[in-house]
């Protein structure tokens, strides 16, 4: 951790002082940022793979057909329902399949809600 004071009434800087400054103050910032751990997420994959999510179900109203908000007055309103996730999730992609592209920190899913 790192730290830099600057008490009230303090003369005003040269510029090599002040240059000398902004180095700390950049060194510091960089150590801060490098000293913080990566964000690590669960990763899945796209099918076959079957999982388990956690999260709380919301519904979200969004314009549609036909100008999908250009014309809220004639646009039809549609409601999704979206899980919004309690741990965020890596998707790998399928470079076999271009529709399946990787994906990270994904923290919200639309379900889509079909009978088998």
Known sequence: MC???IK???RVFSAKTSW???LV???CSLQTIASQPAVRH???HYDPEKVMLKGTLVFRTFYGPPNYGENPRTDSKETQSILVLDDAFDVIGDKQD???ETERGVNRV???FSNP
């Open 3 to 5: 730290s830099v004071i």
């Open 8 to 10: 009230e009434g303090m």
């Open 20 to 22: 000398a400054l902004i």
């Open 25 to 27: 103050v950049a060194w």
């Open 42 to 44: 669960r990763v899945l």
């Open 98 to 100: 271009p529709l399946n």
């Open 110 to 112: 639309t379900l889509v």
